[in-house]
Nanobody, 115 residues
Framework: QVQLVESGGGSVQAGGSLRLSCAAS????????MAWFRQAPGKEREGIAA???????SYAESVKARFTISKDNAKNTLYLHMNSLKPEDTAMYYC?????????WGQGTQVTVSS
């Protein structure tokens, strides 16, 4: 069983930056597909960034060129570097991982961007 714990969320002004971390335990996740999702109040959960076992990345159009997903296999940790934050980025952010599908989810970390 894999446990995922997010951290790094907080409140920031528009234009600011944050780095989210997702620490995995219980198993090595270097071979897993990993991703970041977010859900704003009243909206559906959306996938915003994913990274495959070989390091290939993909992004939602809403965050492309502003957010960067990365991972440190030695630390068994996933990251999301967020730059040029906008008020519409306000949401609960979740990491997810799994061997081919997202079997494991973290509890989420809140990001609030004020204008």
């Amino acid at each position: 069983q894999v446990q995922l714990v997010e951290s790094g969320g907080g409140s920031v002004q528009a234009g600011g930056s944050l780095r989210l971390s997702c620490a995995a335990s219980g198993s090595r996740v270097s071979s897993y597909l990993m991703a970041w999702f977010r859900q704003a109040p009243g909206k559906e959960r959306e996938g915003i960034a994913a990274i495959e076992s070989d390091g290939a990345t993909s992004y939602a159009e809403s965050v492309k060129a502003r957010f960067t997903i990365s991972k440190d296999n030695a630390k068994n940790t996933l990251y999301l570097h967020m730059n040029s934050l906008k008020p519409e980025d306000t949401a609960m952010y979740y990491c997810a991982a799994g061997p081919g599908r997202y079997s494991y989810w973290g509890q989420g970390t809140q990001v609030t961007v004020s204008s």
